[in-house]
Structures are given as C-alpha cells and as structure tokens.
C-alpha cells in the first residue's frame, strides 16, 4: 500500500501564526513525519488560494490539500485518516480499537475545535467591540466545558486511548490553540499530554519545517 | 463483516428541536436505514446526559453514542464511517473516490457545520443583546461563504462527488440546520440537493423513527 510517489501538500506562503505551528498544514506534516513518509511543499499565497485552480483541489479555498497518484484531497482530517490507513502507526490494528481512535479524531475536530476556533476569531476580530468581554466570558465557558470533560476522560493516562494515535495528533494541535490564551493552566494533566506530544521527534521534525518556510518568507 | 448484535444508539428523550429531525442521532439513523442496519434506541434525558454512567460512554456528555459487541463510539462523523465500512451503501469501492467521500465527511463536519452551528447558538443565546444585529450579519456572511463554495462544486451534480455517499448524508444534514434560517434560499442548486437527501426512502424512514419519540414524549 505504499504509495508510488512522494504526496504533495500544500501550505500558506506566509502563516498568519508566524511559524507557530497551528496551520492545519502542521497536522498533516506531522502524520507523514510518524509514519516516514517524504512530502513535497506547495506554497499557497492568500490571494492564490480564492483562485479557481487552487478551489479545484480546496473547494473552500483553504490549505492544506494532499495530492498523491492522482488523487486530490482537502480536510486535514481526511488527509491525515488517508496517510494512517496505509501506513503503520497512527491507528490501532485492533478493530475495536482503530474505530475508537477515529471517533477520537472526530471529537477533536468537531467538539473540541470549534468553541477553540471560534474563541480565537473573536479574539481577533472582535476585540475592539462593546460586547468583547461579555463575548469572551461566554467563550471561555463554552471552551472550559469541553476541556474540562477532555481532562476527566484523559486522567492519568498518557494518550487518549490506549497508544499514541491519529486521535492523539488532531486533539494536540487542537489544544495548542489554547496556548497564548492561558485556558490550558486550569488543566495539568491536558498541559503534560500537549507536551508529550510536541516532544515527539517527528512532532519537532514537522515545527521545523513549518517554521522554516515561515522564517524564509519573513 | 455483519455485526453479530444489533447496535444501540442513545438519542435525546426529549429533543430540543422538537422532531425536527436536526439532532445528530439522525444522521446515525439515516446510516442504518441506508444499509439496511435495524438498530435499538436508548433514550437519555438532558440530566443524565451529564452524568458519569453517560459519560463513561460519551465523553463530553452528548448524543449519539454507539454500542455494538463491546465497541463503544461517540461523535456522529465515527459512527457513520463505521458503519460506512462493514456494510456497503455509503462508501465508493474505488479507494480514491472512498478517500474524496470521506474528505466531503470531514468537510460538512468541520468546514461546513461550524459557522452554522454559532449562527443556530447566536440566535438562540444572544437575541436580545445589543449586538446581536451586528453579530448576525457577521455569522450570516461566514455562512454564505461557505454556501457560495459548497454550491460552485455542486454545481448541477446529483451529489457531490458521483454516487451518493456519506460525505453527502452528513452534508444533507449539516445544511438542513440552516432551514429556518432562510440562507439556502440563494442556492437553488443546495436546496435541490437537500431536497434529493430528504427525499430517499431511508431519510424518510429515520426521520420517522426520530419524530416518533418525540410526539410519544410531548
């Protein structure tokens, strides 16, 4: 199931984050960093990225895309399931087990990132508003509550369910959203499993090459 | 690759949206009526939902979780690619275009329903602040930039990518959150789209199935 040739993903010329690693490219140079899988770079400016050529491959006009043998694909979620299902490392071989870590995955992306997401853009584009700190209270309750559920479930435990998985992966990048806001503190145990994870060797791999395209643009 | 149990699917006692069929137990119904799967319900009330036996199964407290031979999973998007994989209906054979249909899952789960999520949230929560004109406009313009992308690649497709998937079961759902809110209306070619989801006897048959609890309950 090895793929024939080196995937192509594509990544912001210039990340809004100034190369700390929270583009959804990072989650996917991680996943091929676990599994040693080689990947080619395409830069994406913001302008390129509303263009119809690259709105084939991202239909929302987003990054990263993977492009592989033909195939082309968007959702970093996606991509990331794509690269464990032929590669050994990011999913259990246990039946059972392989469908928890993909419910994991999802919980990451579709009950944790969102009030994280969310939070952020407020953070961003609401910050000179009379209702910011009214907003904000809200948000932090929204984002608190999911955290505070996450940290229960994870407990004592290094990973989220049994080995390191692709679960794993998405929940860490989605928590290191949190970071300059503060609201990880509240929580040790999720504070030690995001460096746990950011301690990975192919976790450091994946930063210095985001970071590398960043500080080459700068 | 047939279950050997019939799966149990927790869904809401009394669901807020008063059978309107937008809880995401439907989207995991829709899926078991598609392939032909029968299924047990186990309704939960709003407390228990949030008690340790509910949450032993579904970490931040929801609806639905899945059980099934000692496999337990939460998050709808899991369920369904689990359901998508022992059983054929949902998912194309071809590995590429398997690959595209879960792509469009990740999608209408983590590009599409969350600025339609916080538009639903905002107009139940924040009605009466003084911003919530502003707001709406704001959250109104998120959602049509999605809608505007969504409905290019539709284009004049059946479906979004070739044979009905569960890429498209999970976006038909997504995209029925917004029908009260009018902003379908400016995309003839989504509404069609959903119509054609709604339409399928299977739908039929789960949003049955859901309005039934709901009227016993009322």
Known sequence: MTPTTTPTITVFERSPDRGRGLARDMRVRWALEEVGQAYE????????????????????????????????????????LHIAERHAGLLPHDANARARAIAWMFAALNTVEPPIVERSMAALFEKDKPWYAERLAALDEQVHARLGDLSRRLGDADWLDGAFSAGDLLMVTVLRRLESSGLLQTYPNLLAYVARGV?????QRAFAAQLAVFTKAA
């Open 41 to 80: 770079v395409r830069l994406v400016s913001f302008a390129a990225m509303k263009q119809p050529a690259h709105k084939a491959l991202h239909p929302f006009g987003q990054i990263p895309t993977y492009e592989e043998d033909g195939l082309v694909l968007f959702e970093s979620g996606a991509i990331i």
């Open 199 to 203: 301690a990975r060797p192919a976790y």
